[in-house]
């Protein structure tokens, strides 16, 4: 049997200013299995960063349930919300979010410290191709590289669930491609539940599974019968 490791129930977000209510998150029900790759494609202003928010734990959902584990995450203070980040979770962003003045081993050693049961850096930066780079600062890499930097940076802490925010948001096609061909490699070498958010309907392929959303609700969810490697895909 499969294992469970986010399950959400009617979960809703909902933003209120002085003029208008925003449902950015309007009765959210599914599940993600653990080791899968899961896409969460859908246009800017769909709900799919703050469905990343709400289960990565940065955001706590107005009502309904997310359930980790079979833990409610949703019922966690913030420093419960802040250990389960740390002992769970990594995170890749469309920004590198690289310090400038470390070298790229000890950005990505930076990662490490956040974990117990972390994995070899040299390991880490020679699956992800840059282990003969480790000395050079960021400033000495190409865009692509940095993306590799930080990848390596939030796989390092050996997470249970890999963030990804747009991670190809700033990349050309290639590199891109070649972004998302490493972390299907790492979902496959570290069995690492990978969560990304995107709006470009080619990354759908690549996954498990494809949620699509619009206007705060889930209007499908695809499982693919055959996964495309990253580097076959088409470019939109």
């Known amino acids: 049997m499969e294992e469970i490791v986010y399950s959400l129930k009617d979960v809703k977000k909902i933003f209120k200013s002085s003029s208008e209510i925003t449902h950015a998150l309007d009765g959210i029900t599914f599940d993600i299995k653990k080791g899968e790759i899961v896409v969460i494609l859908g246009p800017s202003g769909s709900g799919k960063s703050t469905m990343l928010n709400v289960l990565s734990g940065i955001d706590i959902p107005t009502s309904g349930q997310i359930l980790y584990n079979n833990v409610r995450i949703d019922k966690m203070n913030d420093k419960e919300l802040t250990d389960y980040r740390k002992e769970n979770l990594g995170f890749i962003f469309q920004s590198y979010n690289l310090i400038p003045n470390l070298t790229i081993y000890e950005n990505v050693e930076l990662g490490s410290h956040l974990s117990k049961d972390s994995l070899n850096i040299n390991d880490i930066l020679d699956i992800v191709g840059l282990l003969e780079m480790k000395n050079k600062f960021p400033y000495q890499l190409s865009g692509g590289q940095m993306q590799r930097v930080?990848?390596?940076?939030?796989?390092?802490?050996?997470?249970?669930?890999?963030?990804?925010?747009?991670?190809?948001?700033?990349?050309?096609?290639?590199?891109?491609?070649?972004t998302l061909k490493l972390i299907q490699d790492i979902n496959k070498k570290y069995l690492t539940t990978v969560i990304i958010v995107t709006h470009n309907p080619s990354i759908a392929k690549i996954g498990n599974v494809c949620i699509k959303m619009n206007s705060g609700k889930v209007v499908s969810v695809n499982r693919n019968e055959t996964i495309v490697d990253a580097d076959e895909i088409g470019w939109a």
Not at 156 to 172: M, Q, R, Y
């Open 150 to 178: 930080a990848i390596a940076r939030a796989i390092s802490k050996n997470p249970k669930v890999l963030f990804c925010d747009e991670p190809t948001g700033a990349l050309d096609e290639k590199t891109g491609k070649q």
